[in-house]
């Protein structure tokens, strides 16, 4: 990981061949670091700090919506050691099989919901750099270094 992203309360870190694209509004911040190939992984903060359950559940209706093939599997994962509403999809699209990594988690300031999905063709090199950028987020709370501060990291 070559790239750090540091602003509105996160830290995480990224692939230097990756693309980052944001987005905003008052109710949310979208980060998305896209890799060259359609894999992406995205962080969206929702100011208004919905329910993380409630946030997992739009997100699985949306995907049951688009896909009519689809496969959700719970996941017990965590997010810079916070537990997390998380799961996993499968889902064909075009003839191809796609995957997603849902993770959705109360944070002081807002709810962070974590995706990252991609086609089984490239995920064998690209899962593991999605789980990497996961694993690198960090947030403030009262459990964590401030993220402002590297000497804390």
């Known amino acids: 990981m070559d790239r750090v992203f540091e602003g509105h309360g996160i830290r995480?870190?990224?692939?230097?061949?990756?693309?980052?694209?944001?987005?905003?509004?008052?109710?949310?911040?979208?980060?998305?670091?896209?890799?060259?190939?359609?894999?992406?992984?995205?962080?969206?903060?929702?100011?208004?700090?919905?329910?993380p359950k409630r946030v997992l559940d739009a997100i699985l209706d949306t995907?049951?919506?688009?896909?009519?093939?689809?496969?959700?599997?719970?996941?017990?994962?965590?997010?810079?050691?916070?537990?997390?509403?998380?799961?996993?999809?499968?889902?064909?699209?075009?003839?191809?099989?796609g995957s997603a990594f849902l993770r959705a988690v109360a944070a002081p300031d807002f709810t962070l919901l974590v995706l990252y999905q991609g086609a089984d063709l490239e995920l064998d090199n690209t899962q593991p750099l999605m789980e990497k950028i996961s694993n690198s987020l960090l947030w403030d709370t009262d459990d964590l270094p401030d993220v402002f501060n590297p000497e804390s990291l």
């Open 12 to 51: 995480f870190e990224y692939p230097d061949d990756w693309i980052l694209h944001e987005q905003s509004s008052p109710e949310e911040i979208t980060l998305t670091v896209q890799s060259p190939d359609s894999s992406f992984w995205s962080l969206t903060l929702i100011m208004d700090r919905p329910d």
């Open 63 to 97: 995907f049951r919506e688009e896909y009519s093939e689809i496969d959700a599997y719970p996941s017990d994962v965590r997010l810079a050691d916070q537990p997390t509403e998380s799961c996993e999809l499968d889902f064909v699209c075009h003839e191809l099989i």
